[in-house]
């Protein structure tokens, strides 16, 4: 049986085609109820992997990642890597289509004890997006999976996505990761190109490596106020 390449060497296969590409779904329209959904259904809040592994389109991200050669931990160890910091964000989209990822920021912040962190993001003049409905953080040594529900924001037109990062920090703080998304609900008037989005993505620490060793775990709170 031939072994599925790492993920470094798969990014290293996947050749990108067109430049400029947002990390979750591409939205459009004129958006004229920010924060609502389309259909009005009402938007459950996370709290375990299973309120977004429970989502059929996220299991088919699941499929499209593993037969694009990689692997995910999809860990549910209560153990997780300390991942507060500021990144650069590079890489690629290869579902559906190859695109190069255009460069921004990527932040995790207020990791707690608990295991919740927040994801915030920005890819200059094109996309962002934010917790709004709860994240949780998965992991064992330097192996974790993030699972969200994002608030995207694009153009004037807002989106909900199911997202889930996961991947590996490296020593030197620098993230390897592949990631899905799925459009769970958009603003009236707006309407998502993409309802499902898979891709690989490096994070590089802006500053200061935001590493640190699991014996002091205990002063996440006292850490994240400096952040």
């Keep these: 049986m031939q072994q599925a390449p790492t ?3 798969a990014s290293q296969i996947i050749l990108a085609t067109v430049i400029g590409s947002t990390v979750l779904p591409f939205l459009k329209g004129c958006g004229s109820n920010v924060g609502g959904s389309s259909g009005g259904g009402r938007i459950e809040i996370i709290d375990n992997p299973e309120d977004v592994l429970g989502n059929s389109r996220v299991q088919e991200g699941i499929r ?4 694009a050669g990689y692997y995910m931990n999809l860990s549910r160890s209560l153990n997780p890597p300390y991942l507060v910091g500021e990144y650069n964000l590079s890489g690629e989209k290869f579902y559906p289509q190859d695109y190069t990822i255009s460069p921004g920021t990527f932040r995790w912040r207020n990791q707690t004890q608990d295991n919740h962190i927040e994801t915030d993001y920005t890819q200059i003049g094109i996309q962002s997006g934010r917790n709004i409905y709860g994240e949780i953080i998965r992991g064992e040594g330097n192996l974790f999976t993030v699972y969200s529900r994002l608030k995207i924001s694009q153009g004037g037109c807002g989106g909900i996505s199911d997202f889930i990062i996961d991947g590996e920090q490296l ?6 990761a592949v990631y899905l998304s799925t459009i769970i609900g958009v603003d009236a008037g707006c309407t998502a190109s993409e309802d499902l989005v898979a891709g690989a993505i490096e994070l590089s620490p802006i500053g200061y490596p935001k590493r640190i060793s699991p014996e002091i775990n205990n002063l996440y709170p006292f850490l994240n106020s400096f952040r």
């Design 7 to 9: 993920r470094r060497e």
């Design 64 to 67: 499209v990642i593993e037969n």
């Design 171 to 176: 020593g030197n703080g620098d993230i390897n």
